[in-house]
Structure formats: structure tokens, C-alpha cells
């Protein structure tokens, strides 16, 4: 069999794809930096669920999906679901797609976010969870596990989050440790 360099390139992407279709998210204790400049661990969410929406300020559906978010965790905090909006912008001054805490804090704060924003430049809780698209959620059950992702932001619905309710009302009406 002979292979040219367009047959290579298909082989490789088919691959990596793969890989990253079939891999399996990872279980374990998240931390991640807040732009407040503490460290956040999951694990002190124990007994809650936990959402974390991943997304950039250069994502084009963020400056919808944010008050979006933010409408969504006003209706379920109350219900204890713990909400983070998860920034994958660079945190390195000079980067492609940086910027800085400040910035970042203010851009959540313009499009009426009030949840708190983590930073996860190297995408390693994106990836932690098997998610490889932007924005995605990861919601995290009781015991801090995985128990469902979601990838996108429907814009044509009117909360952008219509799916992510649905879900979260499963997991609440579960009440337990629930295995997705």
C-alpha cells in the first residue's frame, strides 16, 4: 500500500479524533485558579452539584452565553448547585488569546455574570472531563463526579441552557450519587 501525504494526514486526524472521542473522562480532585487569585478545589463542593461551563471571551456565542449562565444559576443556587463560568484564555502576558484577570473579571462583570470565574489556560479540566469543544459543560454530581457534559450554547432557545436545566432537574430529583 502506498501513502501520500494526504492519506498521512486523514490517517493522523482519524486517530486523534479517536483518541479523543474514546477517551475516558478522569476521576479525581480538580483545583484551578479563581481571578480573584485563591485556588478553588472542587472537592469543597462535596454534597453539592457542581456546574462548570468552559469557555473564552473569543468563543463567539460568550457574550450571549453569559447571561445566559448567569440566569440558569439564579434559578438553581437556591436549589444547591454550585456554578463556575471556567475561562480557557491565556494567562501568559504576550499569548495568542490572553488576558488578564482584571479584564477577564470585567468582561464577566459587563455581560452580567455574577457566578465566579476559574482560569483553566492549558484546558487540563476541559480535558480532565473528556470535553475538547468550546464552550462545554461539565456537571459534576454530589460526590464530585462527573455525571454529565454538555457541548454548546443553543442560541435560537431563549436561555441557551435549555438542555443543561432538564439535566439538572435529573440530578437533583436523583438526590444521591448518581452514575452517568
Avoid at 457542581?50 to 471571551?57: D, G, K, R
Wanted: hydrophobic content about 40%.
Amino acid at each position: 500500500m502506498v501513502f501520500n501525504s494526504t492519506t498521512q494526514t486523514v490517517v493522523i486526524i482519524a486517530m486523534t479524533l479517536s483518541t479523543a472521542l474514546f477517551s475516558a473522562p478522569q476521576s479525581g480532585i480538580i483545583t484551578l485558579r479563581s481571578v480573584e487569585g485563591g485556588m478553588i478545589s472542587l472537592d469543597i463542593h462535596r454534597g453539592h452539584p457542581v456546574v462548570l461551563v468552559f469557555n473564552a471571551t473569543w468563543v463567539p456565542t460568550a457574550k450571549k452565553s453569559l447571561p445566559a449562565l448567569q440566569r440558569i444559576a439564579d434559578l438553581y443556587e437556591r436549589r444547591g448547585v454550585v456554578f463556575y463560568w471556567v475561562s480557557v484564555n491565556s494567562d501568559h502576558a504576550g499569548e495568542k488569546r490572553y488576558i488578564s484577570d482584571a479584564d477577564l473579571k470585567a468582561f464577566a462583570k459587563e455581560k452580567g455574570l455574577k457566578v465566579s470565574v476559574l482560569r483553566d489556560p492549558e484546558m487540563k479540566a476541559l480535558h480532565h472531563y473528556g470535553l475538547n469543544a468550546l464552550p462545554s459543560s461539565a456537571i459534576l454530581d454530589r460526590e464530585g463526579d462527573l455525571w454529565r457534559t454538555q457541548t454548546g450554547f443553543g442560541t435560537g432557545q431563549t436561555s441557551g441552557y435549555a438542555g443543561m436545566s432538564k439535566l439538572l432537574n435529573e440530578l437533583l430529583r436523583l438526590g444521591h450519587h448518581a452514575v452517568g
